[in-house]
């Protein structure tokens, strides 16, 4: 069975452009989490997608958002890049909610 | 503000020893708790999970749960230098009732000297 999925594995973009992330569930998930991981920090919670519907989002501005499809997948948007947005993004998969969760490899964003 | 609170480490074990990890929660009303190991550079992968008092093994791996003191721990007995890796707890604050995502602690350092 396959593991969660995130696409792409790298990304490079240069400050003030657009970022979009993707993000495939293990089969039968509904719910989605998105973390942010800089450089020797700690995981912060970004966004949480559960049934197509957000339940939750970190303390991170406006311009990252977010969506969840009908399949599940969902994907991550970060508008007008900045430096620090540098980081490697992390979405994980559960099923039934408050069960445990699963990583995808992550997307290494470096913002030039 | 659901906390969850790891010391930073390092913490340093000779090999074949046990390496004790432990984890504080501040919100009582937390039904789940999970143990994710992470390599360098790497994503977190989930090693182990608890939801009820006590003990829970797998292989050399234990998870101890204490709701009344809000205290988790894992234990891994037998350490090799594979095991160094920061490991990080999450902590489910409500459980399916509540819309509060997974919370994270941010981790502690585990070397294990060969």
């Known amino acids: 069975e396959a593991g969660v999925t995130q696409s792409p594995t790298h990304l490079i973009k240069t400050r003030g452009q657009q970022a979009t992330l993707r993000c495939s569930p293990i089969?039968?998930?509904?719910?989605v989490y998105w973390y942010q991981q800089a450089l020797g920090l700690g995981l912060q919670f970004l966004l949480w997608?559960?049934?197509?519907?957000?339940?939750n989002r970190g303390n991170f501005p406006p311009r990252f958002s977010g969506r969840q499809f009908p399949n599940y997948s969902s994907e991550l948007n970060v508008n007008a890049l900045e430096l620090e947005d540098s980081a490697l993004y992390l979405c994980?998969?559960?099923?039934?909610?408050?069960?445990?969760?699963?990583f995808g490899q992550g997307t290494r964003l470096t913002v030039v | 503000q659901k906390e969850v609170e790891q010391n930073s480490g390092p913490l340093s074990v000779p090999e074949g020893a046990i390496a004790s990890l432990n984890c504080t929660y501040s919100?009582?009303?937390?039904?789940?708790f999970f143990w994710y190991r992470q390599y360098s550079g790497k994503s977190p992968e989930l090693i182990m999970f608890?939801?009820?008092?006590g003990d829970k093994e797998d292989g050399r791996f234990t998870a101890q749960l204490n709701k009344a003191s809000q205290y988790v721990s894992l234990l891994i007995r037998d350490s090799q230098p594979s095991d160094s890796a920061t490991y990080l707890c999450?902590?489910?604050?409500?459980?399916?009732?509540?819309?509060?995502?997974?919370?994270f602690g941010k981790g502690t350092r585990l070397s294990v000297i060969a």
């Open positions: 089969s039968g998930h509904t719910s």
């Open positions: 919100d009582r009303g937390s039904q789940s």
């Open positions: 997608y559960d049934e197509g519907e957000e339940r």
């Open positions: 608890i939801y009820s008092n």
């Open positions: 999450a902590v489910n604050p409500r459980g399916i009732s509540g819309n509060t995502p997974l919370v």
């Open positions: 994980a998969s559960t099923g039934r909610v408050g069960t445990e969760a699963f």
